[in-house]
């Protein structure tokens, strides 16, 4: 089954045709990051006018890498939420379009359940139960997935997302937009040496909490600022980083532990950051563990994901109506 993805829940417009679940044909990305770094963060109302403007252009191009024609796809799949309402919108009745154009069945599919799937398409032999952690600009989720499209919500942020905490650092340091990968880079240059908070008062359950650690570095740096005295930078983004991945190794073992699994998987922008997989690769090797994680291309907001989570979800559940709303606030379940 050839499935043609839509993705545009933020500032990424994305098209791909995937088969099954499992091989891409085709991926196209056009990033907004050039027009958005100038503001610090993504525009809204920027994005949806970028995706209005170059949609159609972006399907053109995937199905003309992915050698086929409009008849050849069996399934149209999109993003419905989690998201800023006006891409969504866009990607959403494009798909919707596509579907009655095309006579082809339609399936609006979670973002956050796509991320999940972008180790579907690099790993052949992936299959579940596992447990999945999502880190993304928008999104730290800790899920139990037993099988195909079910899922069980161990653990979510309760305030910042873990790529928000990094953005905002990244912003107080002057590094720029987006924050992660540069406060991963820059933190390869410092010793992660300074204790940014002393209590992890979620310590006891899987939820996670990074606005605490995210002010301490914001307070830190006035103070310095204040007393004329020089920032450490290097230091301050390798303890940072340093804290936001032992927070994510502590939740994401111990729910290997409790749900007695051997397979753990990284999605989402945050799952590129190098210290993070190292913790992680490491960290499993020694319990006798499997970690997955997708390719660098595949971490970020990426159609792929989603038609290859649009596959899984006809295949159990069928198609979406047509009616179905865009959904900014859109919970896995």
Known sequence: MLVLGIESSCDETAVAVVEDGRKIWSNIILSQIDKHSKFGGVVPELAARCHLEVILEITEEALRVAEI???EIDLVAATYGPGLIGGLLVGLSMAKTLSLAWEKPFVGVNHVEGHIYANFLAHQELAPPLICLTVSG?????IF??????????????????????DKVARVLGLGYPGGPLIDRLAREGTPGITLVQ???LAATYDFSFSGLKTAVVNLVHRLKQKGEIIPAPDLAASFQRQVVSVLADRAFRAMEEKKVKTLILSGGVAANSELRETFSQEATKRGLQLFYPPLDLCTDNAAMIAACGYYRFQRFG???LALAAAPRLKIS
Do not use: C, N
């Open 69 to 71: 024609s409009p008849q």
């Open 138 to 142: 928008g999104h730290t989720d800790l």
């Open 199 to 201: 209590h992890d008062a």
């Open 319 to 321: 198609s979406s109506p």
């Open 145 to 166: 997935m037993p099988d195909y499209g079910k899922y069980e919500i161990l653990g979510s942020t309760r305030d910042d997302a873990a790529g928000e905490a990094f």
